[in-house]
């Protein structure tokens, strides 16, 4: 409790409790076998929080699989924390698609890492144990007083988790639960908006009928950054 407690306050990561991925819960390829479901064909797939690799084996043939953590997990391992800041620019792997499998819970700054992911990746595939309780409420407290018991660095329902992906421009996709004797988490499929074509084309479209229609250069001034930003419509 008092190094989550550390953890949390300095936002740094546990590593001594990470090191040694062999102790980690058996149960939790469960939830693995069901992201890979998940997976695309053909995805150059990274995943954070990678442990045992449990993920790499039930890929596709087809996939590539880039293993990352704290850690390394072998020597082609990335390794990165991602509660450091700035992240590093991983656009030039070309990876499609984020994996995340149990690793959310330990992420401090969520909204400049869900940020920076929409920059990465066209889709986020992530497991989360949501919060019951509703914000500034005392049952709040004493559910992130458990979580941090838990070691859990950060807590969400299911509304303020959707609605943290799609503050950096991504669209709730599908999801899949995982049932475990103790109940269920959701995994939460996640795709950028930025990298959707149609959508791009949509607003570039949009933009430009409003510079053609309204004579206010500021409005066009506007429709012209719309349609470069291309600004996402979550
Ligand atoms: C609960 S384990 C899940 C392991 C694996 N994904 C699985 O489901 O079997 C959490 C994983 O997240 C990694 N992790 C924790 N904090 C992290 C951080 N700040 N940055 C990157 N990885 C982190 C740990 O090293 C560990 O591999």
Redesign the pocket.
């Known amino acids: 409790m008092l190094r989550t407690l550390r953890c949390r306050l300095l936002g740094?990561?546990?590593?001594a409790?990470?090191?040694n991925?062999e102790a980690?819960?058996h149960e939790?390829?469960e939830?693995?076998l069901l992201i890979a479901q998940l997976v695309p064909k053909g995805a150059r797939v990274v995943?954070?929080?990678?442990?045992?690799r449990?993920?790499e084996s039930h890929l596709d043939p087809s996939c590539t699989y880039i293993p990352?953590?704290?850690?390394s997990?072998g020597p082609d391992t990335l390794v990165?924390?991602?509660?450091?800041r700035p992240l590093r620019d991983l656009r030039k792997l070309k990876l499609d698609v984020a994996?995340?499998?149990?690793?959310v819970?330990?992420?401090?700054a969520p909204r400049s890492f869900v940020a920076w992911l929409s920059q990465q990746v066209k889709v986020c595939i992530a497991?989360y144990e949501c919060a019951r309780t509703r914000p500034k409420t005392l049952g709040r407290v004493r559910e992130t007083i458990r979580r941090t018991g838990a070691g859990w660095v950060n807590t969400f329902t299911e509304e303020e988790l959707i609605e943290l992906f799609c503050s950096a421009g991504f669209t709730l996709a599908q999801t899949s639960d995982w049932h475990t004797m103790d109940g269920s988490e959701r995994i939460f499929v996640f795709q950028s908006s930025h990298s959707d074509p149609a959508l791009s084309e949509r607003v570039e479209a949009l933009a430009q009928e409003i510079a053609g229609t309204d004579t206010s250069a500021e409005i066009q001034e506007l429709a012209r950054s719309v349609a470069k930003a291309q600004i996402d419509l979550c």
Do not use: C, H, M, P
């Not at 995943?47 to 045992?52: I, M, R, S, W």
């Not at 819970?105 to 401090?108: H, L, M």
């Open positions: 740094t990561a546990d590593i409790r990470w090191r991925a980690f819960d939790w390829r939830r693995t995943e954070f929080g990678a442990g045992k449990t993920l990352s953590d704290l850690v997990r990165l924390d991602l509660n450091t994996v995340f499998a149990g690793v819970e330990y992420i401090s497991s």
